[in-house]
């Protein structure tokens, strides 16, 4: 915030703003109606007998930001996530889900439901094994955990995926595929 705010010189466009990507972000990203922000919004224009946001001061969208915040809170159980990383993640998130299924033949259906569904299908992925709890997918002896970055090159028809790069902070995995 306080970068924006040197940069534009604008306190009140700063503060607007970051109200502006938290209100969409909650609703896009998150899933909050976005009704729950409106009517916050119309309360805080009521309060400080105003008929635009554009009318609220700098002051004014600094504790509407906290109670953007609380929004968030309330419909997810979560905190609005501050580094930029966590909220390209969860941004990115729903592009990277799917269907996944143990078996081809009848169940390969789940392909065409999938692509009907504007998602990705995996079908006869049998030797995967999901640790929910614990985040954590294993095949072929790879160990794959929330964050990891993989690769699909390939050579051939067969895909194996293998670690190439250990990272202190997490487990990564690179390119590396082996017919």
């Known amino acids: 915030m306080l970068g924006l705010v040197k940069a534009s010189g604008d306190e009140r466009f700063a503060w607007d703003s970051y109200r502006r990507l938290i209100q969409m972000f909650g609703k896009t990203v998150l899933g909050v109606d976005g009704e729950a922000f409106g009517s916050a919004l119309d309360a805080a224009k009521g309060?400080?007998?105003v008929e635009t946001d554009v009318e609220l001061e700098a002051k004014d969208?600094?504790?509407?930001?906290?109670?953007?915040?609380?929004?968030?809170?309330?419909?997810t159980g979560e905190e609005f996530p501050q580094e930029p990383r966590r909220q390209?993640?969860?941004a990115t998130r729903p592009a990277a889900t799917g269907i996944l299924t143990s078996r081809g033949g009848k169940t390969s259906?789940?392909?065409v439901v999938a692509r009907g569904m504007g998602k990705t299908a995996v079908f006869g992925?049998?030797?995967?094994?999901?640790d929910?709890?614990?985040?954590?997918?294993?095949?072929?002896?790879?160990a794959v955990r929330e964050g990891d970055v993989?690769?699909?090159?390939?050579?051939?028809?067969?895909?194996?995926?293998?670690?190439?790069?250990?990272?202190?902070?997490?487990?990564?995995?690179g390119p590396g595929i082996s017919p």
């Open 47 to 49: 309060a400080q007998g």
């Open 61 to 75: 969208l600094q504790e509407f930001v906290e109670e953007f915040k609380q929004i968030i809170v309330d419909n």
């Open 88 to 90: 390209l993640d969860l």
């Open 109 to 111: 259906h789940a392909v």
């Open 125 to 130: 992925a049998e030797s995967l094994e999901v």
């Open 132 to 142: 929910a709890a614990g985040q954590v997918a294993t095949a072929c002896g790879v």
């Open 150 to 173: 993989l690769s699909t090159m390939h050579r051939g028809t067969q895909r194996r995926l293998r670690p190439t790069h250990k990272d202190p902070r997490r487990e990564r995995v």
